[in-house]
C-alpha cells in the first residue's frame, strides 16, 4: 500500500496473517493502538517496526502505538509529490510496455 508522504497518518500492515482478512489499514495520525496478547493464548507473538528487530511478546503482554510528535523530515530531490510519483513509477514499472519482438 502506498502513502503520499504529506498524509498525517500511520499505515499499520500485518506481516505474516494467518487469514486473508488481515490487510494493512490507514490510521488517522491522532489514533492510538493497543496490541494485546490474551492470557489465555496458547503461544508467543512476535512485533516488528519499520522491519528492524523483532521482540516477542508474552501472554498478558501489550503494546502501544501512537504517530511521533517529531516527524522524520524527508529529503527530495525536486519536490515531495512528484519525487514519489518517480519513485512508484520506478519501482511498480507502471506504464511501461516491454517492446514486442518482430513475428
Known sequence: ???H???PCMLFTPICPHS?????VILP????LEL?????TKSNAWVSFDGKRR???SRGDSVRICMSKHPL???NKSDQTCDWFHSLIRCLNW?????QKAL
Open 20 to 24: 486473508l482478512s488481515f490487510r494493512p
Open 73 to 75: 523530515p524527508t529529503v
Open 5 to 7: 508522504p504529506n498524509v
Open 55 to 57: 521482540q516477542q511478546l
Open 29 to 32: 495520525d491522532s489514533a492510538q
Open 36 to 40: 494485546k496478547i490474551p492470557a489465555e
Open 95 to 99: 506504464n511501461e510496455r516491454l517492446d
Open 1 to 3: 500500500m502506498q502513502v
